[in-house]
């Protein structure tokens, strides 16, 4: 039987990496094999682990590029785990598929809007083959209301790829983020 595909998307601090430690944690409670990637890019708080900002982790494989996945696939186990999917290359919907194709489940979260208000094209793929898509939202910085939908870049400008936290990005509401543009 086909495993299934849970995508999990929304702005920073919406509590996308802490569901998928959640999911993880379903797992391995039940003593079932598992494996967790994340970009190598991603070295925010530690890189051999998925970490989420109140500072729960877990131990992930570290890649650059979705294919090497496969150097660290047994193909017995039961669910596959990748965080910050907006950072990896579209060739990962291939990645998922085959896994989905020998009954692997894959759990994925990633961020679904540069904070440019651009969608991330990988994330965006992967979105058309997700029996689930998860929508995750953060409390508005500016607001204080729970319908925050995107990041706000606080400092500098530039690229769409910027590792970073709180020193960087907010999470706000679609009017605070447009007011806040407007100010800038
Ligand atoms: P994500 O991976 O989506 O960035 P995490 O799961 O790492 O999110 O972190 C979520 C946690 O961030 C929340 O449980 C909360 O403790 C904290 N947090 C900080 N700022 C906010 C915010 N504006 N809205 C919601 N949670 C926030
Ligand atoms: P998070 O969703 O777990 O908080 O992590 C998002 C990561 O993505 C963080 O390292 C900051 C980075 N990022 C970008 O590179 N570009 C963006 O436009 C945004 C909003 C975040
Ligand atoms: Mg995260």
Do not use: W
């Amino acid at each position: 039987m086909s495993g299934k595909f849970i995508l999990i998307v929304g702005p920073m601090y919406s509590g996308k990496t802490s569901e998928l430690i959640s999911f993880i944690e379903i797992y391995t409670l039940g003593k079932k094999k598992i494996k967790v990637f994340k970009p190598i890019i991603d070295t925010r708080y530690a890189s051999e682990y998925v970490v989420s900002h109140t500072g729960t982790k877990v131990e992930a494989i570290p890649i650059k590029e979705s294919k090497e996945m496969y150097n660290y696939l047994d193909y017995d186990e039961k669910a596959v785990f990748v965080d910050e999917v907006q950072f990896f290359d579209e060739g990962l919907k291939d990645v998922i598929n085959d896994l989905l194709k020998k009954g692997i489940n894959v759990y994925c979260s990633g961020l679904d809007l540069t904070y440019k208000n651009n969608p991330f094209q990988t994330t965006i793929l992967l979105s058309a083959y997700a029996d689930e898509i998860i929508k995750k939202k953060a409390v508005c910085h500016e607001c204080g209301e729970y319908n925050g939908t995107i990041s706000f870049k606080l400092v500098g400008n530039g690229d769409e790829i910027d590792v970073g936290g709180f020193e960087k990005y907010i999470a706000v509401c679609r009017d605070c983020y447009e007011k806040l543009n407007a100010e800038k």
